[in-house]
């Protein structure tokens, strides 16, 4: 069975918000209680913020509404939630970012909450507000050191589902003419732990890197180069 499906999206696409989302009370309790137990274990790096999940997708509008993390969470932590009524499907965004040597992909670090060890498209972060574009480029920011000014392009591609857990991304294509050695130095210069590695890969060794590490690549990865049209 297919875990991971994508959906055309036009790059001019515009938002919509709806009315925020709440839990029903079959799931309420529960959801609670989930956010209580790892807020427990994680202390002050768990934050419930605001996340914007997906009600209804076309190909020139996203209508998408508001709710918090502890949706997400308790989603991620306990699927069978969704047959009571736990229907936020969360929203993400992932940029494909070009820069002057290859393609950007980080591998995760092994302390972060999920997916540690596997390479992903560097910058992804959940969407905390109604503007995907510029959430995208804040990611990138916070995550490899490098602002907008250092973009030259943020083209929408599409949108990928995961399945098993309902997160869907926005892929951005982001082009950058720095060099592979500036977006290292960049990336060095932040005192985080979300990525082990970085790699810069360049198109022609791109599928022979994807063989390599087949076994530890985000499955969104491939489908989204895919939707870019690189691989």
């Known amino acids: 069975m297919e875990q991971v499906v994508s959906h055309p999206l036009n790059p001019g696409f515009r938002l919509e918000v709806g009315p925020a989302w709440s839990s029903p009370p079959a799931v309420a309790e529960r959801i609670a209680a989930i956010w209580q137990a790892e807020k427990a ?3 002050d790096r768990l934050t419930n913020g605001p996340v ?4 209804s997708a076309g190909l020139d509008v996203l209508r998408i509404q508001r709710s918090d993390y502890s949706h997400v ?3 991620r932590l306990a699927p069978e939630l969704v047959g009571a009524g ?3 499907r969360p929203l993400g965004v992932t940029g494909l970012l070009l820069c002057a040597d290859g393609l950007v992909l980080g591998q995760r670090g092994a302390d972060v909450a999920t997916d540690p060890g596997l390479w992903e498209a560097a910058p992804a972060g959940g969407l905390a507000q109604p ?4 959430q995208v480029l804040e990611e990138l920011h916070e995550e490899l050191g490098i602002g907008p000014a250092d973009i030259t392009a943020v083209e929408a591609c599409g949108l990928v589902e995961d399945l098993p857990s309902g997160v869907l991304d926005i892929v951005f294509r982001l082009r ?3 060099s592979g050695t500036a977006v290292q130095a960049a990336y060095g210069a932040l005192a985080t732990a ?3 590695r970085v790699a810069i890969v360049a198109p022609a060794a791109l599928p022979d890197f994807l063989e390599q590490n087949r076994q530890t690549l985000l499955p969104a990865l491939v489908p989204m180069l895919r939707l870019a049209g690189l691989a």
């Open 41 to 43: 274990k994680r202390g």
């Open 52 to 55: 914007y999940g997906l009600e």
């Open 73 to 75: 969470l308790a989603r």
């Open 86 to 88: 736990l229907t936020f």
């Open 131 to 134: 503007d995907p574009r510029l």
């Open 176 to 178: 950058t003419p720095l």
């Open 194 to 196: 979300e990525y082990a």
